[in-house]
């Protein structure tokens, strides 16, 4: 009777308090066994209340027309991946389910001029305007290009409406006045020191300065009111001829690049480089010539392409037409190594 009583105490302790009976038949005290138990499942709970638990995260306050943009762009990367695309193989296909179709330029000019034609659109005043896709990363994580502009003369001018007004400094009274003839808003000599710091002169007013490098020296007293717009021999703002500097900038074409908002590798620069007035021919050279000039920026702390993509577009046609841009630039270093040869 006392067996039979003791294998059920046992058996009742080893399903309600989970005691195994290995425990009890080994000599083990159940206090402690069951203590342990206790605290394993203590531990258990806790670890389970930690991770269901949601931590209250603050929201940040959105403006309205940041919170219309987020939800236009959805917040991506502009910059198209065609990896996972197939090339179209029939004559008409669904844009965005395959790879943009690579044209050369010549081919992009010509089918803008077909669409330009007076019989079309009848625009053939329009300019064609290149639309390059940089990425601005550096090797190292989290740093990119700071700066891409230029203002750069092209081989072919053509009608270009830029509101740029220019400074021209120099002490040649000659110089001045071609200047002026030339296109610069003033030319002035070192009397505009003093005009400036007496307040009745605003540099400001004007996009770029250019100087003859005799007053380089005398114009560090106003180095500070300059700023990024001190002239200097590097940048092409400085020089002993001031003729092809002053025409440079009043002929030739601006770019500079503008960075995305959430994609902080991604930027874009658009500039045009003729019109339907110029042939195939001079529009591919001045095209070139803004890609060559682009790459120029590359940095040596950088490895891969800084030109991702271009398109060609002109407007009032809404067609895009993406490019071969490498083969365009290898065509043009070759042929700057046969004129050195």
């Known amino acids: 009777m006392a067996v039979v009583l003791q294998n059920a105490i046992l058996k009742s302790l080893t399903h309600k308090c989970l005691v195994p009976l290995v425990c009890v038949r080994a000599g083990l005290e159940t206090s402690s066994v069951l203590e342990a138990a206790r605290k394993g499942t203590r531990a258990k709970a806790e670890a389970k209340k930690k ?46 389910f395959y790879k943009w179709k690579v044209y050369e330029a010549a081919e992009a000019i010509a089918m803008h001029r077909e669409s330009h034609h007076p019989t079309i659109l009848n625009s053939f005043d329009s300019l064609i305007t290149a639309k390059v896709e940089l990425d601005i990363s550096l090797d190292k994580k989290n740093r990119y290009l700071d700066r891409i502009s230029n203002v750069i003369r092209l081989p072919y001018d053509f009608p270009l409406e830029h509101n740029r007004s220019i400074l021209v400094l120099t002490q040649d009274i000659d110089m001045q006045q071609k200047a002026r003839e030339l296109g610069a808003d003033l030319a002035v000599g070192t009397e505009i020191i003093k005009m ?25 007293s106003i180095k500070g009111m300059l700023k990024r717009k001190f002239p200097n021999v590097k940048s092409g703002t400085a020089g002993e001829d001031l003729v092809p500097i002053i025409e440079r900038f009043t002929l030739g074409v601006d770019y500079s690049y503008t960075k995305h908002k959430h994609d902080p590798s991604y930027a874009l620069i658009e500039v045009p480089f003729g019109s339907f007035h110029l042939s195939d021919e001079q529009l ?58």
């Open 51 to 96: 991770a269901a638990k949601k931590e209250a995260v603050k929201k940040e306050f959105i403006p309205y027309r940041e919170r219309l943009e987020q939800r236009r762009t959805g917040i991506k990367s502009p910059r198209r991946v065609e990896d996972h695309l197939k090339t179209p193989i029939d004559d008409v296909w669904i844009t965005k």
């Open 284 to 341: 591919k050279a001045n095209l070139s010539t803004i890609l060559q000039d682009i790459e120029s920026h590359k940095s040596n702390r950088k490895s891969t392409d800084l030109i991702t993509m271009v398109c060609l577009t002109a407007r009032p046609s809404s067609e895009s037409f993406k490019i071969d841009h490498k083969a365009l630039l290898e065509e043009s270093e070759d042929v700057k190594i046969a004129a050195r040869a």
């Open 196 to 220: 400036v710091q007496s307040g009745e002169f605003s540099l400001q007013d004007f996009h770029h300065v250019l100087a003859h490098p005799d007053l380089l020296q005398d114009l560090l």
